[in-house]
Structures are given as C-alpha cells and as structure tokens.
C-alpha cells in the first residue's frame, strides 16, 4: 500500500516501528493528530468519501488492551497491532458511525502488547489461544508493518499458548519460513469468487486464498476455513456448490485432512446500507428484505427458516465431500 496522506500521533515516533514507518514513507505527507479515535477532519467527511478514505494511514498507539472473552477458535480477543483495512468489503463488521473508523489504523506499541500476550499466557494454568486479527486484517498489515514474523517469532518467549488469526488475503510468503513450533493457526476466509467480485473489493481473489491455504499448510501451520460471511443472494446454493467444488479441487490432500470449518452467516445494518448506497451507489445490494429480519440497533439477519436450511444444505453439501465433523460451528 501506498497511502495518500498519513495521520500520525507525535509520539510514534518514540517507537522503533514508528521510525520505520517514517522512513518508508518519507515522500508522503504526515499530518500530526492528537488522537487516532477522534480526527475531526476525516469525521465531518461525507459517506461518498468512503473509497478516497480508504487510502489513508493512520498511525497511533494503541491505549485500549482489554481482551474479551470467547468461545470460538481462541479464548481470547485481544486488540493488537492494527484496525480497520485497506479492503472494501461491503458487509465488514469494522465498519462503525458511518465512516470514522473505516480506514486502516496502525499502532506502534507491539512490544507492550507482546509483551502483555506473554505475561497473560504464562500465568494461566491452561494453553490459551489468542485472536491477534479480530480488528483487523493481519496478513494485508504485514505488508506495511512486517509485524507477523516479528510476533509469531516474539511469542515463542512465552512457555505456551497459541496464536490465531483470519485473513482474505494471500500474501503469506514471509510466514513460511519461520519456525512457528505448531503455535499459530492461521485462518482463511473464503466466499464463492462471484460475492468476492462484486461484495469483498480489493481482496485476494479465491484462487489465490486456496494457493494460499496450501502453502501454510506444507509450512506445518494448522490451517482452518471460515466461510464468512454466507451471503443467500438468489441463487445462493448454485454458488456456494461452485465454492466447495473448487475447494474439493484445489486443497492439497494434507489440508483436507487436517483441516476444520467455520461457518458465520452474514449479518448486516442500516449503516452498512445508508455507507455503501453513498459510496459504492453500482454496487450489489446486500440487504434483502425477503430474507432479512431485523435483530435490534439497526441490525438484520437472515430470517430463521432460511437460516435453518442454509445450515442444513451447508453441513450436508460439506460432509459429502470431506466427511463428517470438519464444521467447527455456525455462527
Ligand atoms: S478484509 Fe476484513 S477488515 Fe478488510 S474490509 Fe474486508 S472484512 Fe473488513
């Protein structure tokens, strides 16, 4: 990424990471802030500008390190080295107050956050896992910051515990060659290429998600699938077989061996709706009010019948091709 503008809290530049940044983009213009969470100049910006947004980078240090408890893949939510994303995706659950915080934000304080990671996995008497990437997109950060190997190889201090993270992106070439220890379960997001066309703009294409998938899986990284968001557009069962076709196909026998699902329904809000007419007025038009019932604060979500024979036709179109009990849990 190359931004166009750059946001920055003075005191990054008190952090190594802060100072590399400075010097990799030392053509652009930095505009010192006060506060990442409150830049009023980007708040008072009309929801047309989501794109032109998007092209901006924030820096700051991270002051919020609450974890939140969770009873998926980890044990743990822990808000880590960024937030928001370069990407488009219509549905993306980062998406809050119209556009204020749409934009990818980087925080330089990885050692106090490392460092938090480590102290909390080592008093606990079980192996925890960690979600490093619920705020964010880790791989696409990488590609700034290289923080991945600087944590997968910083976390190896700590006696025990796992990492985990989900992507839509495949540049992983700089995590195959470390020596992770089995420590870190990388997870891949994966839509039939028609929704990611048209609803996840400026992400991987699925081929490159599945070549992905394959080569963490040689370099011994456990490996999971998410299908997130299942979007039931019309003809949502002909392109979700079409998904798990090319899956069949295109996963090395070693990942369909070892490999687990999860399977979140989408969800979406007024927000998203009143965000994505303004700024992306051609686009596919995720709401549909057929299908869609409303779940409180402007929220909606497939209706429960449909929701029912999504699951059911999932589950039974998955079982058929890798066998029984790959599904996680849906969501
Ligand atoms: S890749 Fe993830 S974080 Fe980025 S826009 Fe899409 S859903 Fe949001």
Not at 5 to 31: A, C, M, N, R, S
Not at 215 to 232: F, N, Q, S, T, W
Not at 294 to 312: D, F, T, V
């Amino acid at each position: 990424m190359r931004p166009d503008k750059i946001y920055f809290e003075p005191e990054v530049l008190d952090y190594d990471l802060g100072h590399q940044l400075k010097e990799q983009f030392h053509d652009i213009e930095w505009k010192p802030i006060e506060n990442h969470n409150n830049i009023e100049e980007l708040r008072k910006k009309e929801n047309s500008e989501f794109a032109s947004m998007k092209q901006l980078l924030i820096i700051g240090i991270r002051k919020t390190h609450k974890y939140s408890e969770n009873h998926k893949v980890s044990d743990y939510l822990v808000p880590y080295t960024s937030s928001g994303c370069t990407a488009m995706c219509l549905y993306c659950y980062l998406v809050c107050n119209y556009n204020k915080c749409s934009y990818l934000r980087l925080f330089v304080n990885r050692e106090q956050m490392m460092d938090r990671l480590i102290r909390t996995s080592n008093k606990s008497d079980r192996e925890l896992t960690f979600e490093i990437g619920s705020n964010s997109d880790l791989v696409l950060e990488n590609t700034i910051t290289g923080n991945l190997p600087w944590t997968i190889e910083n976390f190896l201090q700590s006696k025990k515990g796992k990492l985990t993270f989900p992507t839509k992106f495949n540049m992983v070439e700089p995590l195959l060659p470390l020596s992770h220890q089995g420590r870190v379960i990388f997870r891949m997001s994966v839509n039939p290429q028609q929704i990611i066309s048209s609803a996840e703009v400026g992400t991987a294409s699925l081929k490159h998600r599945i070549e992905a998938i394959n080569k963490m899986v040689e370099a011994d990284y456990k490996v999971g699938i998410l299908i997130a968001p299942v979007i039931m557009l019309e003809d949502w069962k002909a392109l979700y077989t079409e998904l798990l076709d090319q899956l069949m196909e295109g996963l090395s026998e070693k990942m369909k061996k070892q490999m687990f699902i999860e399977i979140i329904f989408m969800t979406y809000s007024f927000v998203h709706r009143k965000i994505n007419s303004e700024a992306f007025p051609e686009a596919i038009d995720l709401y549909d009010q057929d299908r869609m019932t409303g779940r409180g604060m402007g929220k909606y979500c497939y209706r429960p019948e449909l929701r029912a024979e999504g699951e059911a036709w999932l589950l039974g179109e998955i079982e058929r091709r890798f066998g029984k009990g790959k599904i996680l849990y849906f969501s």
